[in-house]
């Protein structure tokens, strides 16, 4: 079964020139293209692919902008005539990122590597491009003024209410999103993501230790050194779901 795909390009040159080359690629089916980020998002709203072509200079918003507006960040391949992205692009753990004209050997690579990662996640039974819960290994593209990443849900330890905002724990990173805890609560999986408190989610594969606090709540230890108080009305839950 062929791969879907969507190219999205400003220039009408470089998506053609695109799907050209992508005709000797018989396992990658475009089904759709977009001149710019608004229409992006809409195509792949509409047919879910499991990898986008994506230009990054174009009118309006970025390519970053496009992922950005994104709960989920299907695999992406960049695709760009300005170099100086090149790092940036690789920083956020892009699959591949592919200079204009785009070469053929360069795209057999960055489609080579999209298999990999492909396989890699069939057999940890992890390919999942559903709009259900997002799961440990969904990606979520995370941007920060010019900073940007994609991490693995599982990697998040702790999402912490900051007004409409959510700021982001991974690593040693704490970036803000433009999310609120509320709506991020309603796509993450909640055998997993738990809502601790009014100000806090934690991720329960991170929790180090626990302890009784004040009020008849919990005092929680994350492994990245964070510690959470679990609200009174909340422990309840909680005991039951550490079986505790």
Known sequence: MAISAIII???????NELKKLLQEHSDIEVVDEA???DEGLEKIEQHNPELIFLDIQMPGKTGF????ELDKAPKVIFTTAYDEYAIKAFEVNALDYLLKPVEPKRLSDAINKFHDELNKEKAEGNANYNRGPLNENDQVFVKDGE???FVKLGDIRLFESVGNYAKVFFGANKPLILKSLNALEERLDERMFFRANRKHIINLRWVEKIEPYFNGGLLVDLKGGEKIEVSRRQTVKFKEMMSL
Do not use: G, K, Q, Y
């Open 9 to 15: 390009d400003d220039e009408r040159l470089a998506r």
């Open 65 to 68: 902008d496009l992922l950005s």
């Open 147 to 149: 900073r940007c990443w």
């Open 35 to 37: 001149t710019n980020v």
